[in-house]
């Protein structure tokens, strides 16, 4: 089949699934500022919104849809590597050197692929598991109510020393997604057609554009939760 087979049939999977999860990326940070706004204003806006999507079949469809798009394009992206290097065999590295203007994200985008679903393990863990698995398994798996996500992420992210070192970790792997996406969202736009000579500058910049909003959104609850810690630590 043509999108299993072909190489380019590969990248359109990659495509399309990437700016799939971009646009999971842009409701999920834009949600997440809601913690911020509720932080300042004393407002419950966070856990009114995630009251108002529950814990019921639409959550775990939505899960399961947005779960399929990372697997799919995860194992989409171990196979268009594995082909890449196979069809430049020992040439690999002479290209690379030949190629001064690509950038280093679009040389790394395995290596850089993998840092993001390292740590979004880790993120799920911490959340999701505390959330809408606690609610839908009726599991008890944190101190906290699985219904207040609001204090859930307070709790990590203001916790001392601890919460410090996760909010680092959580800018470590922001800056690893946007390094990512920058690419990617560029990258997805030229397979699905926008490839013309005047356009490829600018979806360039529309790429770098997109990561930063979408990485910016959550650049701002981490960092404004590092900085309520270390004030309360003070
Ligand atoms: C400041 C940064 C972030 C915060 C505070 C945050 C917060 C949360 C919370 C509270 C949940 C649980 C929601 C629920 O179960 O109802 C969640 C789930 C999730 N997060 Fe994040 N998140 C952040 C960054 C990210 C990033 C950068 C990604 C992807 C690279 C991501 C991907 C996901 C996914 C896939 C889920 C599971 C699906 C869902 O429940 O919507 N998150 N996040």
Not at 8 to 17: A, E, V, Y
Not at 81 to 89: D, E, K, L, S, V
Not at 119 to 138: D, I
């Amino acid at each position: 089949m043509w999108l299993k087979d072909s190489s380019i049939g590969r990248k359109f999977i990659m495509s399309i699934t990437g700016l799939f999860l971009v646009l999971f990326l842009l409701f999920h940070g834009s949600m997440n500022l809601c913690l911020v706004i509720d932080d300042i204003f004393g407002t419950q806006g966070y856990n009114w919104i995630c009251a108002m999507l529950g814990a019921n079949w639409y959550a775990i469809i939505g899960t399961l849809v947005l779960a399929l798009g990372v697997v799919v394009h995860f194992c989409y992206a171990i196979y268009l590597t594995i082909q890449n290097r196979a069809a430049r065999g020992t040439d690999r590295y002479a290209m690379e050197a030949r190629q001064e203007g690509v950038q280093w994200a679009s040389k790394n985008m395995l290596v850089l692929g993998i840092i993001v679903i390292g740590f979004l393990v880790l993120h799920l863990y911490n959340f999701w598991y505390k959330m809408q698995f606690a609610e839908l398994t009726g599991v008890e798996t944190s101190m906290f109510d699985p219904q207040d996500g609001s204090a859930i992420v307070k709790g990590l992210f203001t916790n001392g020393v601890c919460g410090i070192i996760y909010c680092l970790l959580y800018l470590v792997w922001l800056v690893a997604l946007w390094f990512h996406l920058s690419h990617g969202v560029w990258s997805a736009l030229q397979t699905l057609g926008w490839s013309n000579l005047i356009w490829l500058k600018r979806i360039k910049v529309i790429g770098v554009i997109f990561a930063t909003i979408a990485v910016g959104l959550f650049m701002v609850v981490t960092v404004y939760f590092l900085g309520v810690n270390i004030g309360s630590m003070m």
